[in-house]
């Protein structure tokens, strides 16, 4: 891993684990977008139809979307693995599926 002015660069091998990971995730149910191709430098992710939480100004079911949200955090921890940018900006929201 590489970091050159704040910007995060994969190494191709970091790349291909990470391109994997995702796939693995999408395998056991895990909701993210589905890893479709990489290549040296890029993951290239399916679209997500949704908004980030950070742009959503009005949930009609709060309640609910925090805990989807906290029972994912503890799916994930049970497989040993800890989202360490796991915030507003990261976290898409499906407005028909959350009525927001």
Same mark, same amino acid.
């Given at each position: 891993?590489?970091?050159?002015?704040?910007?995060?660069?994969?190494?191709p091998?970091?790349?291909?684990?990470?391109?994997?990971?995702?796939? /693995?995730?999408?395998? !056991?149910?895990? @909701?993210? @977008?589905? /890893?479709?191709?990489?290549?040296?430098?890029?993951?290239?992710?399916?679209?997500?139809?949704?908004? @980030?939480?950070?742009q959503?100004?009005?949930?009609?079911? @709060?309640?609910?979307?925090?805990?989807?949200?906290?029972?994912?955090?503890?799916?994930?921890?049970? !497989?040993?693995?800890? !989202?360490?940018?796991f915030?507003?900006?990261?976290?898409?929201?499906?407005?028909?599926?959350?009525?927001?």
């Open positions: 891993m590489l970091y050159t002015q704040g910007v995060l660069i994969l190494v091998f970091e790349l291909i684990v990470c391109f994997w990971g995702l796939q /693995a995730l999408g395998l !056991h149910g895990f @909701p993210i @977008p589905n /890893a479709v191709d990489r290549n040296r430098h890029c993951v290239i992710m399916s679209l997500v139809q949704g908004y @980030p939480l950070v959503v100004k009005q949930l009609q079911n @709060p309640d609910e979307i925090f805990d989807k949200i906290m029972s994912l955090v503890v799916r994930l921890a049970e !497989h040993s693995l800890i !989202h360490c940018d915030k507003e900006f990261n976290i898409m929201v499906h407005i028909l599926t959350f009525n927001c």
